[in-house]
């Protein structure tokens, strides 16, 4: 090998770090931003949690004693209403609830982007070696 063959390799093998190396910086900027947006997310979900759980203290404060009073007025009597009320409430606390627990399972937290495109990444830097 000649000294010119030596330093087109040198220069190639430099060159392919410093790809790489950028090309990890851009993924971990992409991890970095795409956990943030996940976070908000589920900030977001916890806000919906703690909103249920408001709403259903109020509704079971302010509305249950309206409601018994009217169904008792209707004829049912008022230990039927309450159980009548009581449970139509906790039916739309438990969908509340449901669908916050949902949005904060781990999965829809992870970086699935990231993870994509590390995986698409690695794929094309093999393909390029496997060509060499």
Do not use: C, Q
């Given at each position: ?41 589920a900030a977001v979900a916890?806000?919906?949690i703690v909103g249920a ?64 495109n590390v995986k698409r ?12």
């Amino acid at each position: 090998m000649s000294d010119a063959n030596n330093k087109s390799v040198t220069d190639m093998l430099g060159e392919a770090l410093n790809h790489v190396s950028a090309l990890v910086r851009k993924e971990v900027d992409l991890a970095r931003a795409e956990m943030s947006e996940n976070l908000n997310k589920a900030a977001v979900a916890l806000g919906l949690i703690v909103g249920a759980v408001i709403i259903a203290l109020t509704a079971l404060n302010v509305l249950s004693a309206a409601l018994v009073a009217a169904l008792t007025e209707a004829g049912i009597d008022a230990g039927w209403s309450a159980l009548i009320v009581g449970a139509v409430l906790a039916i739309i606390a438990f969908v509340m609830v449901g669908k916050g627990v949902n949005d904060l399972k781990l999965s829809s937290l992870a970086p699935s982007r990231t993870t994509k495109n590390v995986k698409r990444d690695a794929h094309a830097i093999k393909d390029a070696y496997d060509d060499k």
